[in-house]
């Protein structure tokens, strides 16, 4: 069952200072102020400054951190696992082909429901050799059971590797804050950083249901899990997930109560109220796409955006509800599936979209919605760290207001910003 | 009427333990089948045991086509290649009224359906052990049962059969042809020797199973954890044995090698001192016997077979 949510005292502006962080540097130091148990981590290439930082925060005696540098992402995600096992806070943090060497242990983190915190820098996978910012590596993990939470610039990441913390806790699920690599990692921005008092009191004490040292307890975990047990166990997760959106919407609800931030929830709207025609993207981009809606407009032009924050669980309704009344929907997607049908956040928001599409079913009160629902597009953007610029934004949006007054689509994906 | 209602579908299932060959039984008799022009599949069911732990093997025969990958719930022939599971696994779970069940075992099929309460089924017993190790020098019972099976159900010629068998050993025996013949041999005589019974009854009798309702994914614990210790000795592992270790406690030493190397925590200590073997859990390894100071020879290795003959004699 989901808590109740917690009414905690607010921090004051006085307590909170201003400083400029890279998005590597930020999530170090919510790294520092949680404080977790164990941090197991690869710190070698194609690690990031994350747990460079963090290591120094571990040799000056900041933290209280078993830190364990292992001999690849597959060991450090397999550390993280023996350690929430056993009934420890613990975290890591890795990029691109890091989290693709982990792949087989996210899985099992998820499937013994170990809340682990991963700070994950999304990069593009070899081949061929790149290192720059794409989300093929996490899109490669969206269907591993990890709650999957994508921060638009470094302060969502600070403030949401805090919140996941707090996340993973209570739904029993491992969570994964993303920021785009080298455009927010190592990019500076103002972030207003809360005291340490603060945050160790917010994320609380952990006290795990079950873990292997409660000795008094016994328990086994992880046993074999045939036919007759195997598909109750997935069920129970994806239940979990489903839970998880209530928690996660509780914890930016406590977390803004506490630290006197915005509310932190699915998703993040730009003048959605009236648009005709909408961008939805994850990640940097969301602000790119902010700052073309805002000169737009003063145009006149009626166009509106959804920044995307949580890509797993999917916020199905809740975005269907948002997007059901626009003309025509521009999807950004930073990595290909390959399918030959677009991206991985076009199918998925075309899927959610399929019953308005279909039925229209989710109609809204106040908007008028035409025959067939809206036609959705996919943008294949910024691969291997192609720059996404106002001008490639623009372009997507004058097209949608073309197919918003009739312009046929025919295919409905394509790449932009690609020499053809 | 539709196609599939105008089919028949005949549904085989083999009980036998890892290691006697029911996987490869069942592959043969499909690849017979296909020989003869019919529509054959054939299937192992796995789990995580090892040799000498229960396990089914299947088979689908029909004239015409299937599509089906379901598992075998009803089966119209029950082959049983290990008498010893007669008494720790239904069996006969699902069999059809009138459906077969062959049995390797030296009774005879009357004696056999009286003392394991088969009586709405036609009961085919043969000595397929002593056929095999006659005629091949070791227990491979899954030949001479093969030959039983094509006897008593008519769904297969006993010499599509040889020769398929003939052909499956020609590349591997090449040199040595008395195997070959030792088999074709072994077919011949379980197609010979096999003895069987009509059904005695129309009704299927209720038998009592000890089942554990399992649990819906709401009731069971979160991640698939075990919330209580010691669990697996709730396993009885006991029933995978095909030797048992007999123990002397007049020659036996108390030197605990046998304690220390059991892997299955199977010798009882009292007081610290070996009295006996938990046979819920020994699954037959035999490596107690062979740590066993020749000198003392406290432990002996007996086959459960042979035991069991030693009881009937008696």
New interface residues.
């Given amino acids: 069952m989901v808590e109740v949510v917690k009414t905690l005292p607010r921090v004051t502006e006085e307590q909170k200072r201003l400083v400029a962080l890279s998005g590597n540097e930020a999530q170090a130091e919510a790294m520092r102020q949680i404080n977790p148990d164990v941090v197991a981590a690869y710190p070698i290439t194609p690690q990031t400054e994350i747990v460079m930082q963090f290591a120094q925060f571990v040799a000056d005696g900041k933290v209280d951190t078993e830190y364990i540098p292992v001999e690849s992402e597959h060991s450090a995600m397999s550390a993280c696992i023996g350690a929430a096992a056993a009934g420890a806070r613990a975290m890591t943090a890795t990029s691109s082909q890091g989290l693709a060497l982990m792949w087989e242990l996210l899985y099992i983190a998820s ?4 809340p682990i915190v991963m700070a994950v820098v999304a990069r593009s996978l070899s081949a061929n050799l790149n290192i720059h910012c794409d989300h093929s590596d996490v899109m490669g993990a969206r269907d591993s059971g990890w709650i999957q939470i994508f921060a638009e610039d470094p302060q969502e990441a600070y403030d949401s590797l805090i919140q996941a913390v707090v996340i993973a806790e209570r739904a ?1 699920l491992p969570v994964m804050v993303i920021t785009d690599g080298f455009i927010i990692s190592h990019a500076v921005h103002p972030v207003t950083v809360y005291p340490d008092e603060a945050v160790r009191e917010f994320i609380g004490e952990y006290e795990p ?2 873990s292997l040292l409660k000795v008094e ?10 036919p ?2 195997y598909m ?2 997935k ?2 997760q994806t ?2 997930m489903k839970q998880a959106k209530q928690i996660i919407l509780q914890v930016g609800e406590e977390f803004a109560n506490f630290f006197g931030t915005k509310v932190y929830g699915f998703m993040e709207l730009e003048s959605m109220d009236d648009a005709e025609v909408a961008v939805i993207s994850l990640g940097s981009s969301c602000g790119t796409v902010r700052e073309v809606v805002r000169e737009l407009r003063a145009q006149g032009l009626k166009v509106g955006a959804v920044k995307l924050r949580v890509f797993r669980p999917f916020p199905r309704d809740e975005l269907v509800r948002v997007l059901a009344g626009v003309q025509a929907i521009g999807v950004l997607d930073r990595a290909d599936s390959f399918s030959t049908m677009g991206g991985p956040l076009f199918t998925e928001v075309k899927s959610a979209l399929y019953d308005v599409l279909v039925t229209q079913r989710h109609t809204t009160a106040t908007q008028f919605i035409p025959l067939g629902g809206p036609k959705v597009v996919n943008y294949i953007y910024g691969l291997g760290g192609r720059d996404l610029t106002n001008e490639h934004v623009e372009e997507v949006f004058r097209e949608l207001l073309d197919i918003a007054a009739g312009k046929p689509v025919e295919e409905t994906w394509r790449y932009l910003g690609v020499r053809e | 009427m539709s196609a599939n209602a105008q089919r028949t579908l005949i549904e085989v299932r083999w009980h036998a333990r890892a290691g006697q060959g029911a996987k490869t039984a069942a592959n043969i008799l499909a690849q017979a089948a296909l020989r003869e022009g019919k529509y054959a599949q054939s299937f192992p069911e796995f ?2 045991e090892r040799r000498g732990a229960p396990m089914q093997a299947f088979n689908r025969l029909s004239d015409q086509p299937f599509y089906m990958h379901s598992s075998i719930t009803e089966p119209d022939i029950v082959i049983v290649v290990d008498p010893h599971l007669m008494d720790t696994i239904p069996v006969t779970e699902g069999l059809k009224p009138n459906g077969w069940i062959i049995i390797n075992t030296p009774l005879p099929p009357e004696e056999a359906q009286e003392r394991w309460e088969l009586k709405p089924y036609r009961v085919a017993t043969v000595d397929a052990s002593g056929i095999a190790r006659e005629t091949l020098r070791q227990d491979i019972p899954n030949v001479p049962l093969l030959g039983a099976f094509a006897r008593v159900t008519g769904l297969i010629s006993l010499e599509t059969l040889q020769k398929d068998t003939a052909q499956r050993l020609e590349k591997r025996y090449r040199d040595r042809p008395q195997v070959i013949e030792a088999n074709l041999k072994a077919l011949e005589r379980g197609y010979n020797e096999v003895k069987w019974v009509e059904a005695k009854t129309a009704e299927l009798v209720a038998r009592e199973t000890a089942r554990i309702e ?4 709401r009731e ?10 010691g ?1 697996s000795a709730m396993y009885r592992t006991g029933s995978w044995r095909l030797e048992r270790p007999i123990f002397d406690p007049q020659k036996c030493v108390q030197c605990l090698m046998c304690w220390l190397v059991c892997p299955d925590a199977a010798i009882i200590l009292e007081n610290g001192k070996v009295v006996g073997i938990d046979y819920d859990h020994c699954k037959g390894c035999g490596l107690c016997s062979l740590q066993c100071p020749p000198k003392a020879k406290a432990l002996t290795m007996v086959l459960e077979a042979e035991l069991e003959e030693v009881k009937a004699s008696r």
Avoid: C, F, N
């Fill in positions: 499937g013994l429901r170990l029993r249901e079950v307890t016994p328990v086994t975990m992880g046993p074999v899990d045939l007759d047990y109750e166990h069920r129970q239940e979990a | 789990g995580p399992a649990k819906g994914w069971l614990p979160i991640g698939g954890i075990i919330p209580e210790p669990t």
